[in-house]
């Protein structure tokens, strides 16, 4: 049976991970990395705010999240973010520095350094205020270990500090430089700058001895180069390109001209942030008074054979020639926008969507692959029954 | 215990309420001639109007033909207000397109006669005389402008922070010995029985909205220029609303991530009015609406039903203004003579001071109407007026003493390379600041670290953060963006808006978590604003930041976003 997946982000991965387990032969095809190279690195399966959920994390999935280098844990892990919240997450990138974990009482230290992103004193006192912190009894403190190694760094993002650490020379003179300060703390919390390779905080830890971590940041961090660099080493064989069409009869064609036929194919485009749902009010394209045509505001990015929808109904015929008004669509009027609903409702037999592009689903990285593991176990279903009745 | 038994924490000369452009000015006028001053302003300053406006101080070109006396008066002040802070002006060139025809062939000559008798004004407010521009002139001036045209004609005019502009008042006033309290709301303002020691007739009692402290003030003169807000404030001194009538206009104008043109556009909306695109400072604005309001003025807002009228009348003329990316909406409420009838867009800009010995209630005087470009003289009228008793041998000084940062000129970058900046950093930080920019960058060889930069868009420095929570009376991430633009670029302040809340709380001393609390409202406040010129590449860019918001700040409690 062949499972042809589209999208390379969480959800793309995890399905043709599945149809992959499921002995599939899986043509995945990967535009960009979308959404989830945008991730933090710190996951849940519902937005953190409205902890816990409960539900535990299927074997599958498991498996998938360790061989990308994510570390789940039976607890919640505790994980700082770079504005100084601790924040709970039920999976979590290797390379964050877990609270969890640490004794309570435990003596943290930030390094001082002149970057517009990383003030160690006023973190180190948000974090310290922070509720988690004090109810542990957790001591975050600003330390002299002056880790800029170059002119010039203060300014650099992190992700591009991130990039030097790859280097041997460099991440074992920050290991060094760590492991040279006295008195030494129960933990190191660090800026962002941990490798945009998986190994390379390994490399660090192993070279330092105790234990330390990332600090959370806004992108583009270097989590999602992480990412990016697991995911391309679990599935090396990929189609890269974008698709412009998928039919009735399952046939997948792509922008370059190529065409693969499917007994069943994986949606994950993404949703309306970042591919896979289009939102074009006819005003973007309005040239003269009213438009020609009028359309829904809402499609799909590619042509298939789907009904979009938003709350269990479909997007019909537009009140207005104009498109609706954003402010009754988008954040912050309602706690989930409109904007956000919209997606794939149903879609023909034979075709699944996952992810983002799923209609209604909540929005976060695990719930995406989760629909994604299941999007590829359901077309791997939907393929084996074709292939029984042929 | 009665109320004025209780020791007054203050006793002035004067009261203002109310801290925009005429508030703050008349504060700045009477500090100067020796009176002692303390100015209330309920939110903060340059809130409502003079922070929201189109951020101009145009000659007033449209009052020529029937009133060239305000023409006049405009020009003049608009050449004052250069001479005080000349860092903080930028020059608008503005084009008006005339449309082929032939009513455009006449209309050309009409408009080109009319801005011949505007040169004569010019001088007064240095600005260029006007040109006659051939449609291949417009072609080339401006390759954006579509339709078929006749010609054009240029004219000058000056863009101002208005916000900056009211900061700078009430910064020189405090320097000369006011008190400025922002974020303080007037609760009642009582006459005090005659014969009471102390020499005010007024006792003004205000509550601080950020902590709940109470001030009071013995006064003897209260001034009430709180523009829309008007007659509300008159009521606290048992005036009568109806005397102290406005009505209030809303102007909505909306914010673009980058300069689109080089000219300031004119063009004219479906109803006829005349609105336009304008270059104004690291951004191009349109604007802007006159509708009667009646909601909060606390929270006004632009709507997206507002924001497509200007995009449809701008595109007529310039089209690409329909897939630009609008970064922000800014909607303010004019205080405009009330008067029951005539559209908005006819109602008079005229300014008028209203003495409330009439209705019983004398030395309190309200201040209604004005404009931006007039704020200096009719803050002098009312000064003027208050100082016949109180301070008669003074003269009104305010047209020639520099506001802060206007007594020398600083180059940008010479400070670009001595403190190593970027030439766009010391540049729009001498705009902000003229040369107070170097007191700021002063305080990075004592902390190097201030040097980095807070917020990428704009750009602002850690270094004029902490200036402005020290200096300029910021309380809040919304005060640090109005003083300094951190947060209202492209980027919505989600870069910026935590790591400045961090700072305020630092520097004033409140609890870290405070500094995040406050980072979320910004940012809630600031999408509220922007999500009414969402375009569909914007929706996806917020969406992101809504993620990247959720990741790092969280959404915090309902009560944060219902703010």
């Known amino acids: 049976m062949k499972i042809v997946v589209v999208g390379g982000g969480i959800a793309g991965t995890a399905a043709a991970y599945a149809a992959r387990s499921a002995g599939a032969d899986v043509v995945w095809i990967v535009g960009t990395s979308g959404a989830t190279v945008l991730a933090p690195g710190a996951f849940d399966l519902t937005p953190w705010q409205d902890r816990p959920s409960p539900e535990d994390l299927t074997s599958v999935a498991k498996s998938l999240v360790t061989a990308l280098g994510y570390v789940a844990a039976d607890g919640p892990a505790w994980i700082a973010t770079s504005v100084g919240v601790v924040r709970p997450c039920r999976l979590r990138d290797a390379a964050l520095l877990d609270l969890g974990v640490l004794p309570r009482g435990a003596r943290i230290a930030l390094p001082r350094v002149v970057h517009a992103e990383w003030d160690a004193d006023a973190l180190a006192r948000t974090l310290g205020s922070d509720p988690y912190a004090l109810e542990r009894g957790l001591r975050f403190e600003a330390v002299d270990v002056p880790i800029h190694r170059f002119g010039g760094e203060r300014d650099l993002p992190h992700l591009a500090l991130a990039a030097r650490h790859d280097a041997e020379g460099r991440s074992a003179w920050l290991a060094a430089r760590l492991r040279a300060h006295t008195p030494a703390p129960d933990a190191w919390l660090l800026p962002p700058w941990l490798g945009t390779r998986p190994e390379t905080v390994a490399r660090i830890r192993g070279a330092v001895g105790a234990p330390l971590g990332e600090a959370i940041s806004l992108p583009p961090s270097p989590s999602g180069a992480r990412f990016r660099q697991a995911r391309d080493a679990l599935f090396p064989a990929r189609v890269e390109g974008f698709v412009k069409r998928v039919t009735s009869e399952l046939r997948v064609d792509t922008e370059t001209g190529e065409t693969f036929d499917a007994d069943a194919v994986v949606l994950a485009t993404g949703g309306i942030a970042v591919g896979g749902v289009y939102y074009t009010p006819a005003e973007a394209t309005l040239a003269g008074e009213l438009p020609t045509t009028v359309t829904p505001a809402f499609a799909l990015g590619i042509d298939a054979e789907v009904t979009l929808g938003e709350s269990g109904r479909p997007l019909l015929q537009p009140g207005s020639a104009q498109g609706p008004q954003p402010e009754h669509l988008a954040w912050p009027h309602r706690r989930t926008p409109v904007l956000e609903r919209v997606g794939v409702l149903s879609a023909q037999a034979g075709i699944y969507p996952a992810g983002d592009v799923v209609a209604d689903a909540p929005r976060t990285w695990l719930s995406a692959l989760e629909s994604g593991l299941r999007a590829g176990a359901a077309a791997c279903a939907f393929a084996a029954r074709l292939s029984e009745s042929r | ?563």
């Open chain 2, 1 to 563: 215990m009665p109320l004025d038994d209780r020791p007054s924490t203050l006793s002035v000369d004067v009261v203002v309420i109310g801290g925009g452009v005429n508030g703050t000015g008349v504060a700045r006028d009477l500090a100067l001639r020796g009176l002692s001053v303390a100015l209330f302003e309920r939110n903060d300053l340059a809130f409502g109007a003079s922070g929201n406006s189109s951020g101009m101080i145009h000659g007033g070109a449209r009052y020529l033909t029937q009133n060239p006396n305000v023409t006049a008066e405009s020009c003049r002040d608009s050449g004052y207000i250069q001479q005080i802070a000349p860092f903080l002006l930028h020059r608008i060139p503005f084009l008006v397109p005339v449309k082929a025809g032939a009513k455009g062939r006449v209309l050309i000559e009409l408009i080109d006669a009319f801005f011949e008798l505007y040169d004569r004004y010019q001088p007064l407010k240095r600005g260029e005389r006007h040109t006659r521009l051939s449609a291949q002139d417009l072609a080339k001036l401006e390759p954006g402008l579509r339709g078929s045209l006749v010609g054009g004609v240029t004219f000058d005019e000056w863009g101002v922070d208005g916000s900056r502009l009211c900061v700078l008042n009430a910064l020189d006033a405090k320097e000369r010995g006011a008190k400025v309290f922002v974020h303080t709301s007037v609760e009642s303002i009582h006459k005090r029985p005659a014969g009471m020691a102390g020499a005010g007739r007024y006792l003004v009692v205000a509550r601080n909205l950020l902590d709940g402290g109470i001030e009071r003030a013995e006064a003897k003169v209260v001034v009430n220029a709180s523009g829309a807000w008007g007659p509300l404030t008159a009521a606290l001194g048992h005036v009568a609303s109806s005397r102290v009538r406005v009505r209030p206009g809303k102007g909505v104008h909306v914010a673009f991530d980058r300069r689109l043109s080089n000219y300031a556009i004119m063009a004219e909306s479906i109803d006829g009015r005349q609105i336009f695109l304008e270059p104004w400072q690291n951004m191009s604005v349109i604007g802007t609406t006159d509708d009667d309001y009646y909601g909060d003025l606390d929270d006004v807002c632009a709507t997206s039903d507002e924001v497509r009228y200007l995009v449809q009348g701008i595109a007529r003329v310039f089209p690409e203004i329909r897939t630009a990316r609008a970064i922000g909406t800014w909607a303010g409420v004019r205080p405009t003579l009330h008067t029951y009838g005539p559209l908005e867009d006819k109602l008079s800009r005229e300014h008028m001071i209203v003495d409330h010995a009439e209705d019983g209630a004398p030395d309190i005087y309200s201040m209604i109407g004005g404009k931006l470009a007039s704020y200096r003289s009719f803050s002098q009228e009312m000064s003027d007026r208050i100082a016949r008793d109180l301070a008669p041998s003074r003269h009104c000084t305010t047209h020639e003493r520099t506001l802060p940062g206007g007594d020398r000129p600083l180059d940008p970058l010479l400070l670009a390379e001595s403190h190593e900046l970027t030439p766009v950093a010391a540049r729009r930080l001498v705009f902000r600041h003229g040369s107070r920019a170097e007191a700021i960058l002063g305080r990075i060889a004592a902390r190097p670290r201030e040097c980095t930069v807070v917020c990428p868009c704009e750009p602002v420095l850690e270094a004029e953060v902490r200036h402005v929570v020290r200096e300029e009376d910021a309380f809040t991430v919304d005060d640090v963006a109005r003083r300094t633009r951190l947060g209202l670029g492209a980027c919505g302040g989600m870069r910026c808006a935590a790591r400045c809340g961090q700072i305020i709380a630092e520097e004033r001393g409140l609890p870290p978590q405070e500094g995040l609390r406050q980072a979320r409202r910004f940012l809630h406040t600031q999408a509220k604003r922007r999500v009414a010129a969402l375009n569909p590449d914007q929706a996806r860019q917020e969406s992101l930041a809504l993620q990247v918001m959720d990741a790092t700040l969280g959404r915090g409690s309902r009560e944060d976003e219902d703010r």
